[in-house]
Structures are given as structure tokens and as C-alpha cells.
């Protein structure tokens, strides 16, 4: 559920919402003050998508107060209890490839370690199969043929949070990130406002959906007209954005409106604003701040009511100290600024956008998705983002027909994307997986003292202790200690 925001904005002054995994929130009399950082993060782990059943809404889950997490199948459930001292979240997921015990993931010595002993099909993480070992904020969990995600996060509440409870402008804007979440509020609530809005963010970002999600929020009963400036010859940009008379130059053999009056009380979305050349940004300029349109080939200005929002994958900053884009143009297009995450870093509402994606094509309950073709689908960088994305899915659904999509259905930079590695070793050994006692952390932070009072001799630990050396091997390998580790400690 998108939180409200940190703040009320001064909605006239200049703003910039940059997503880079938080959100950093500045104006042009505070630059450098942002909100990362201010808030504690908690691991998160996210059910995030579902490879027998695609339209099976993902869920967050908190992890800030438990202490193993159990996996099985079964009716869809999520519940919190306490149980021989520890607090465990139970998961049951309908997936027909897990066993009705399948796996877990215990907290100790700050990790999150997983411990799958019996389960018939195992557990991958990031693709690769195990029996144990640690797993760390952005990797990938593969239980059956279900997809799990460890992130962070600085929100706590809800604990447990299912997607149809999120809040969005529109369903491709839907995200389990708070931050991420946090900027889209701003957006909605700067909508009914007449202020300009810039949307940054690499190719396929999405950034023509925001444009439209706010226009839908405006209230503008005008249209929603979309522009792309990079697709228009520079002999014919002014008379495309601002109209012409006829007879104005050859070929004009009738009066045109352009895009600027077409979207008379409604939006104008200029993408790729950033290939405009200077000419045409000055024309631009004054629409903006005269509220009127002069067309070519005419004297008289007509008045217009719109709203422009903006977009560019370029660093327009840095084409004004170029000289390449005007600075008086950029403050008038830069009321607000939103920089849109790439998909690479938003692989916490992969499964969201998959759905998303899915639910548009022909026969979407059919469609399954096996944990090999699952696991690649959320390793990859998704270098052309969402549009990606989407071609990706649209090709292999198409390739699949009524069979599961799998490695092969997947383009090839899809498929050799991270090759695994043959082995993995866990960090800490599967004896050291349940969590500590009282006494026993007692007992660790005793032998981390004397492992460096005596420099790593366990004869004379040992000794110290009246135990034999063989007890304390067995004491280290239990607590996950090892020599040489008490040396990276504070002896204070």
C-alpha cells in the first residue's frame, strides 16, 4: 500500500523525486538534504510470483520479529505464531512441486541462513540447487515452482501484506517498495495542480504510463495528447506542435490545430524533450509562459489551458551547461521531477509486472511458467526494461501455446544470462542453522575473548576453559565461530 508522503510540498517550488532503491526528496534551496537514511531497514521477504499460477497475486511479508520462517504446501495461508521459544512465520503455498515441509529459513548470527533437508524437489537459490546456505538481500529463492525474494525495506507495517491491498495511479504502477511508493504518492497528489512534471528514467521505464496516470488523476476534461520529439523532422516541429494556417509553407494545404492546441484542457506529453532543438524550445518557452500559441503562418496568438508533462532518458542538467537545452525552459518543465527505477532494481514487483503483462494476453489463466524459466526471468538485468519485458513474455506465450513456458521459450541473453555456478557452499555450517539461547550467545562472546586473549590457540582456550579441544571444535562449528574471527572484532 502506497504510505503517505514524508512531507507537504510547497507545490510551486522545485522538486525532484529520484528512485535509486530509496527516495530522495530535495529542492533547489536544500540540494544535497534527502530522507535515505533516515529510517531502519528490515529484511522483507516477498512471495513473488507463482510459476503454476501467473495471476496469483504476490505478497510482502516482514521478518523484523521472526526467527524461522517454514515453507510447505498447502491452502494459501501466512500466520505468525510462537513456538518452543522462537517466532515462527508459517507459509503454505499451493504449489504442486513442493513437499508439505519444505524448507525454512532460520535467522542466526545475523544471516538468513536456509535449512531444506527433506524436501523431494530441494530449493535453488539463484538458480543454483542446495540442501543450505545463506541467503542475502536481492537473491532468488526457488521453492517448486514458486519464486521468492530476500529484500529490505524501511517499512514495518503492514507485517503481512497481500498485492490487492496496494494502492496505485494505475495497475503497471503497483509496487511493493516503500520508497518507490512514497514518489508515486507524490505524483498523485500533485496532479490536480497546474505545475509541470518531468519523468526521468532509462528507455521502457514506463514513462508514458505515469504521464497518462496523471492525467487521469487531473481531472482534465481535455485529452490526453502524447508526443514524441525525437519522431518529427526538425523542418516540421513547430507547425506539428503549435499548428499552422494554410498556405503557411508548401504542402500546409489546410489550417491544423498541433499537438499544443489539441490538448486544450487536457495534457500534453512531450517525450524525449531533450532532442527538441533550441529553436523550437524558445516557441515552447513562450506557449508556456503566455498560456497562448501563435500557429505558423499566422500573427494572432490563441489561448490555451494544458498541462505539460515531460520525459527524457537523458541528463538534462547537464545539457544546460552544455548550452544544449535552455535553463529558463528546463525551471518552467521541472516543477516536479520523478526518476523512474530501471526494472533491474525492482525485481521485488517482477511477479507484479508479469502478471500485469500476462493478464493482457489471450488465455492468461493457462499459462505456466517452469522454476528454471522462473529463475532466469527474475536473474536477468532487464537492460531494456518493462518493454522488454513485455516483448519477452509476449514471445514465449506464443512459443509455449498451452504448454509451460520454459528455458528454451526464453530468448538466448535470457537463457545464458548468470550462469550458475557447479557448488554452493554454505557460509555457515547447517549445525549452526537454529538459533542461539541465552547461554549460548553468553558462551560465544566468551570464546570470542579468548580466542583473542590467546591468539587463536585453542590448546590454551581449551585449557582455560578444563575442557578438551575436541569440545571446543564442536563449540565453534555450533555458534558459527572460527579462528581468526575474533579478530575483526570490537574487544570492547
Avoid at 525454512?104 to 544471516?111: D, F, I, N, P, W
Wanted: charge should be positive; proline fraction near 6%; aromatic fraction near 4%.
Amino acid at each position: 500500500m502506497v504510505q503517505p508522503a514524508l512531507a507537504v510540498f510547497n507545490v510551486w517550488s522545485t522538486q525532484r523525486v529520484r528512485y535509486t532503491g530509496s527516495v530522495e526528496t530535495e529542492t533547489e534551496a536544500n540540494a544535497g538534504e534527502t530522507t535515505q537514511g533516515c529510517r531502519p531497514t528490515v529484511h522483507v521477504l516477498y512471495l513473488a510470483f507463482h510459476g503454476s499460477d501467473p495471476m496469483r497475486l504476490p505478497s510482502r511479508h516482514v521478518l523484523a520479529d521472526i526467527d524461522v520462517v517454514q515453507f510447505g504446501r498447502g491452502v494459501p495461508s501466512v500466520s505468525r505464531e510462537h513456538r518452543d521459544g522462537l517466532r515462527n512465520l508459517m507459509v503454505r503455498i499451493p504449489d504442486s512441486l513442493m513437499s508439505s515441509v519444505h524448507g525454512r529459513l532460520v535467522h542466526a548470527h545475523g544471516e538468513w541462513l536456509v535449512d531444506d533437508p527433506l524436501s523431494k524437489n530441494g530449493v535453488a537459490i539463484d538458480g543454483v540447487r542446495t540442501r543450505s546456505g545463506k541467503l542475502v538481500a536481492g537473491q532468488v529463492l526457488s521453492l517448486g515452482n514458486t519464486i521468492l525474494c530476500m529484500g529490505c525495506d524501511d517499512r514495518r507495517e503492514p507485517l503481512d501484506l497481500d498485492a490487492a491491498a496496494l494502492a496505485a495511479p494505475r495497475p503497471e504502477l503497483a509496487t511493493f517498495d516503500a520508497a518507490f511508493g512514497r514518489a508515486l504518492e507524490h505524483v498523485s497528489r500533485l496532479a490536480t495542480e497546474r505545475i509541470s512534471m518531468l519523468v526521468l528514467g532509462e528507455t521502457g521505464t514506463g514513462k508514458e504510463v505515469v504521464a497518462h496516470a496523471i492525467h487521469d488523476l487531473s481531472g482534465r476534461r481535455g485529452p490526453f495528447v502524447a508526443v514524441n520529439c525525437a519522431a518529427i523532422a526538425p523542418s516540421l516541429l513547430e507547425a506539428e506542435l503549435f499548428g499552422h494556417r494554410r498556405g503557411a509553407f508548401s504542402g500546409a494545404l489546410a489550417d491544423r490545430p498541433g499537438h499544443v492546441r489539441s490538448s486544450d484542457h487536457g495534457t500534453l506529453f512531450l517525450d524525449e524533450i531533450a532532442e527538441l532543438p533550441l529553436q523550437a524550445q524558445a516557441a515552447l518557452l513562450r506557449v508556456l509562459q503566455e498560456r497562448e500559441v501563435v500557429p505558423v503562418g499566422d500573427t494572432l496568438p490563441v489561448p490555451v489551458d494544458l498541462r505539460i508533462v515531460a520525459a527524457t532518458n537523458r541528463d538534462l542538467t547537464a545539457m544546460v551547461t552544455d548550452g544544449k537545452f535552455r535553463q529558463d525552459l528546463y525551471a518552467r518543465i521541472a516543477g516536479f521531477r520523478l526518476t523512474l527505477p530501471p526494472l533491474r532494481v525492482r525485481r521485488i514487483d517482477l511477479g507484479l509486472l508479469i502478471r500485469e503483462l500476462l493478464r493482457r494476453r489471450p488465455h492468461a489463466s493457462q499459462v505456466k511458467v517452469t522454476w528454471q524459466a522462473s529463475t532466469q526471468l527474475f536473474r536477468y538485468a532487464w537492460p531494456g526494461n518493462i518493454r522488454e519485458l513485455e516483448s519477452t513474455l509476449e514471445g514465449a506465450t506464443a512459443l509455449a501455446r498451452s504448454e509451460p513456458i520454459t528455458l528454451d521459450h526464453l530468448p538466448a541473453e535470457i537463457r545464458e544470462a548468470h550462469e550458475p555456478a557447479a557448488t554452493l557452499t554454505p557460509s555457515i555450517p547447517i549445525e549452526a542453522l537454529r538459533p542461539l539461547t541465552r547461554k549460548q550467545h553468553e558462551l560465544k562472546r566468551r570464546l570470542e575473548e579468548l580466542l583473542r586473549d590467546h591468539d587463536d590457540n585453542l590448546a590454551e582456550v581449551a585449557r582455560t576453559l578444563g575442557k578438551d579441544r575436541a569440545q571446543i571444535y564442536r563449540w565453534l562449528r555450533r555458534l558459527g565461530l572460527s579462528r581468526g574471527s575474533s579478530k575483526n572484532r570490537n574487544p570492547g
